[in-house]
């Protein structure tokens, strides 16, 4: 399949810049993949959309603040780091900008005490940096990093928790996984109540899930590998589901690919942690999920190849039409839709 075949037409103003006044104030837009029927709501519908012994897995990571500024030791000029993942001890993988400024070999100084060393590149265009500050890492991460929106988010949140989701325990994400932006407590109470149950797994979102394609044909497009892990409970209670004839309902594209990845079709013998480069495109065969919570997700990403992939490429971008028409909020911060 082409790049094109992925484009859709969206007014800037429908990218949503700050999140609904509520979590689950967001609108739904249901889409049924044997008839192409589409239902329009609020997403607390999602109460009735989902149905006793349904599972709900989601992805429990959590975003790390990041973004770091620094300045190059012995020059002073001014740098800006984008952690994607931790390798080993306190080595990250990491974008630098200006890259020209950011050698094998060079020092970034940043406030706190910290320094990075530069120690090696990547084929991507990335560095290596070993990581020395002061006490723990993370709690001086924690301090002096700043949260790393997506580029169309033109301003900071004014309470970064709304780009958390609830339920986020696992530190190393870059991104979040923004299909469960709009669940809160209330709900998932109001679900167990219903029967549905709920089951955690983690992948560590980075920026291999929204680097854009460019190759125009897109199976030569390679994903970069984010890395996932699961319990033996959570395997347990996935296999047991899949095994009863339940449905499994994927909380958004990060949780397709784990389930995808973890089982590999044989639900007796799971990977429990590993690294994914799972690229799902039109085509694929789902082995695992049934149905779908997610975002509205750019034009020609990976992220609308997978939901087209599941649901049917013209009846997705049809549903995107309509969520245009109706003015819909689109992207990470915007409104969800259910594909069942």
Not at 130 to 142: E, N, R
């Amino acid at each position: 399949m082409r790049l094109e075949d992925f484009d859709y037409h969206l007014p800037g103003e429908l990218i949503a810049q700050e999140p609904a006044p509520a979590r689950d104030g967001s609108r739904l837009l249901v889409l049924r993949r044997e008839t192409g029927e589409t239902l329009h709501t609020g997403f607390r519908a999602i109460l009735t959309e989902l149905r006793s012994g349904d599972l709900l897995v989601l992805n429990d990571t959590r975003v790390i603040p990041a973004r770091l500024f620094g300045r190059k030791a012995g020059t002073g000029g001014s740098v800006e780091v984008l952690l994607l993942r931790r390798l080993e001890g306190t080595t990250w993988e990491a974008l630098a900008s200006p890259g020209r400024r950011v050698q094998v070999g060079h020092v970034i100084e940043f406030p706190g005490g910290a320094t990075a060393t530069v120690s090696g590149r990547t084929a991507a265009g990335g560095r290596l940096l070993d990581f020395s500050c002061p006490g723990d890492f993370l709690a001086w991460l924690s301090e002096r990093g700043v949260m790393p929106l997506p580029p169309y988010v033109r301003h900071e949140l004014q309470d970064p928790e709304r780009y958390q989701t609830v339920y986020s325990h696992h530190p190393g994400a870059v991104a979040a996984p923004t299909a469960g932006l709009h669940f809160t407590p209330e709900l998932f109470a109001g679900l167990e109540a219903r029967g549905v149950r709920t089951v955690f797994v983690t992948l560590h979102v980075g920026i291999g899930t929204f680097r854009p394609v460019k190759t125009e044909d897109i199976t030569r497009h390679v994903m970069e590998k984010e890395r996932f892990t699961l319990t033996e409970e959570a395997a347990r209670v996935i296999a047991a589901a899949k095994s009863e004839g339940r449905r499994i309902v994927a909380v958004g594209t990060t949780s397709v690919r784990v389930l995808e990845s973890a089982f590999g079709g044989d639900a007796e013998a799971p990977r429990l942690q590993g690294e994914t480069d799972l690229f799902i495109y039109p085509g694929y065969r789902f082995r695992m999920i049934d149905a779908l919570v997610t975002n509205f997700h750019l034009p020609r990403s990976t992220l609308l190849m997978l939901v087209s992939a599941f649901a049917g490429r013209e009846q997705v971008l049809r549903a995107y039409r309509e969520a245009v028409e109706r003015e819909y909020r689109f992207y990470s911060l915007g409104d969800a839709m259910f594909i069942c």
